[in-house]
């Protein structure tokens, strides 16, 4: 029946199978491919990915001139750019999102544009970009931010329209609230939980972004090596990032839903 | 209502197994997609018959540069039919489905190392790290850069001027070769000179865009002659003439895929389909049209520009002239191609100097020249296998 619970025996055993039939079905690619081409690269098998792991862990550089590898490199310079991006996007679609909730004037102001921009990739557009902030950090950090921010800030405002109810607002007015503190105490309060929602569902598309416009722009970064890597078909060291990425993706996440528990224990589940 | 109550009733007994049911439909899914992809390429066979007998297909990633769109003219004018299951006149004499698969460089050199394409157009630099893990056969040289890569400048006017300022440009690629070659070939430390990696259209629109902290760029054409046309302060400061003959376009054919019945024909047909446009630039009637038709998707260029296109691209256009580079004892063998691997195991693009030959079928990059003497003396295509 649907939605009927299943017993904990059953749940972990078929996620576990979950997990194996996609090994498995890499397994079966890479058998087959090597079959084809027995020095293959291109879906490498665990002997392939695990050079893959000692070459990006590799000290490089020289002894006179020491470089870090290739993953604390590419980590922090990727996961900076993104915690900017991500950082800035969402505190001004808060700052507008509430605004646009709260006001009408800036309901009628930005609704039309962001519903316009919204729709727009912001890939499509690098070059728009790189006109207005050049080549540097700075580039990076505006496309992420404007890239989350059209649809992160239509769904804040949808929030604060509808999740917060007239009522609450009314009482605490009558309480004699100014409108700070209902914007802080009753609207904000009741929207921060929706807000880490939509961070967590937008930390996808940033990376999307992010690592778009590091294959086109950047001299580090996990874009910058993983195209570099395909051109050479070093495919081990591309799939390892990729399953960095995806771990890395999974923890961010997991952080975040832990932020939201924590933080608004009343939001439940 | 009976009948509803049945069919709820048996929804209900099958829901564990449902799951159950979807999870092993996942798995033979899974199974079946693996099975059944590239399943077509795998048997090499077309569905067209010359004479009763299948043509075999083969098929050519290729992407838009002066001395490879020479394939997509061709397939405009007929010759050949880049169509799976079509063939043009050259196809049909050497009975063989020639796949035209236009996509991106950096995507062809994808193909290539998938075994998605038999044959990719690359030049002699980027095919070496591929033909590690897929052995290659270099058939057919198509041009030169001479002068098709250049740095481009803007308020610097000498090579030590440069010192110090980033030039932006495709790392572990032919640029970057280009640009630290010329250094060397001046006298100076590529070290003291550091090389930023863009993508060269990126590099190129910003410097259109004027930005600020690009002052110098290494691209190839069209980004160029481009760059050149739109940012009036901008000049080429050196470019790849003095290294003429070292960066080389060519044809590459996957060892594997030579080996296939028919692939040599097949890229006997390259050849001759390469060359059978080659002469359609040369006849002063059909010039004009056939590098207009060249350049329409390369770039916005006009004839003008296209003209000078192919002088900084020098096509190699005729097998004599193919043949001539790769002789025994011509630069290109003794001191180009090691001068290249030493370029790519010092960028630590390859674990270990991969091996080349020049006809030596063991080695992981073979320049292969019998295709060449064999258009050059008319062979004829039935005693080709």
């Known amino acids: 029946m649907i939605r009927r619970s299943i017993p904990y025996w059953l749940f972990a055993s078929l996620t576990a199978t979950g997990i194996i039939v996609a090994m498995l079905v890499y397994a079966t690619l890479s058998i087959r491919q090597t079959r084809i081409n027995p020095s293959q690269n291109v879906l490498p098998g665990i002997k392939g990915l695990a050079v893959g792991i000692q070459e990006i862990t590799k000290q490089r550089g020289n002894e006179k001139k020491p470089k870090p590898s290739w993953l604390v490199t590419d980590a922090k310079a990727t996961y900076w750019r993104l915690l900017l991006g991500l950082s800035a996007g969402s505190i001004v679609s808060i700052l507008v999102g509430v605004g646009m909730g709260a006001y009408s004037a800036a309901e009628a102001f930005f609704s039309p544009v962001i519903t316009f921009m919204a729709k727009i990739p912001p890939t499509a557009m690098l070059a728009v970009y790189m006109v207005v902030f050049g080549t540097k950090l700075e580039m990076y950090v505006a496309l992420v931010a404007f890239g989350i921010f059209f649809t992160m800030v239509q769904s804040i405002y949808q929030a604060v329209k509808k999740d917060v109810a007239a009522d609450h607002i009314d009482k605490a007015y009558t309480l004699g609230a100014s409108e700070f503190e209902v914007i802080i105490e009753v609207i904000w309060r009741q929207v921060l939980p929706r807000v880490i929602e939509n961070i967590r569902l937008h930390l996808g598309p940033a990376m999307v972004f992010l690592i778009a416009a590091e294959m086109l722009f950047a001299s580090e970064g996990f874009g910058y090596t993983i195209r570099q890597q395909s051109r050479l078909v070093n495919m081990n060291v591309v799939y390892i990032y990729l399953a960095i990425l995806g771990l890395s993706g999974l923890l961010i996440d997991w952080l975040l839903l832990r932020l939201r528990r924590w933080l608004c224990p009343w939001f439940g589940e | 209502m009976k009948l509803q109550g049945i069919l709820v009733h048996c929804f209900r007994r099958s829901s564990t197994f449902f799951s159950v049911g979807l999870a092993t439909g996942a798995l033979i899914g899974g199974v079946l997609l693996t099975g059944c992809t590239k399943s077509e390429s795998d048997s090499g066979v077309g569905k067209v018959t010359v004479n009763g007998v299948a043509a075999p297909q083969f098929t050519l990633a290729w992407s838009e540069y002066p001395s490879w769109s020479v394939f997509g003219v061709a397939d405009e004018q007929g010759l050949i039919d880049g169509n799976p299951g079509a063939l043009g006149s050259i196809e049909e004499k050497w009975n063989v489905d020639i796949v035209l698969n236009l996509a991106d460089y950096d995507t062809c050199i994808g193909q290539y190392g998938t075994n998605e394409a038999d044959a990719v157009c690359i030049t002699n630099m980027d095919i070496v790290a591929p033909s590690t893990s897929r052995p290659a056969v270099a058939i057919l040289p198509t041009s030169t850069s001479a002068g098709a890569d250049a740095c481009i400048v803007v308020g610097i006017n000498t090579i030590d001027e440069l010192k110090g300022v980033s030039t932006h440009g495709l790392e572990k690629s032919v640029s970057q070769y280009c640009f630290e070659r010329v250094l060397e070939i001046n006298g100076k430390q590529p070290a003291d000179y550091p090389f930023v990696n863009m993508d060269p259209a990126a590099a190129a629109t910003a410097m259109q865009t004027a930005q600020a902290e690009i002052q110098s760029i290494m691209v190839w054409n069209p980004f160029v002659m481009q760059t050149l046309a739109d940012r009036k302060d901008s000049k080429v400061l050196f470019d790849s003439t003095s290294i003429k003959e070292e960066i080389i376009d060519m044809v590459v054919v996957g060892k594997d895929s030579l080996g296939k019945p028919g692939g040599e024909r097949f890229a006997y047909a390259v050849l001759e389909t390469f060359y059978a446009v080659n002469k359609l630039i040369d006849t ?102």
């Open chain 2, 284 to 385: 002063p009637a059909t010039r004009d049209e056939t590098l207009v038709a060249l350049g329409a998707k390369f770039s916005k260029l006009g004839l003008e520009d296209m003209k000078k296109v192919v002088t900084q691209t020098q096509f190699y256009n005729s097998p004599d002239q193919g043949l001539a580079l790769l002789a025994d004892g011509s630069k290109f063998r003794t001191a180009t191609m090691p001068a290249v691997a030493e370029f790519l195991v010092s960028h630590e693009m390859v674990e270990a100097k991969p091996t080349f030959g020049f006809g030596d079928a063991s080695a992981q990059l073979n320049f292969d020249s019998r295709f060449l003497s064999g258009i050059r003396d008319g062979i004829a295509p039935d005693s080709v296998k």
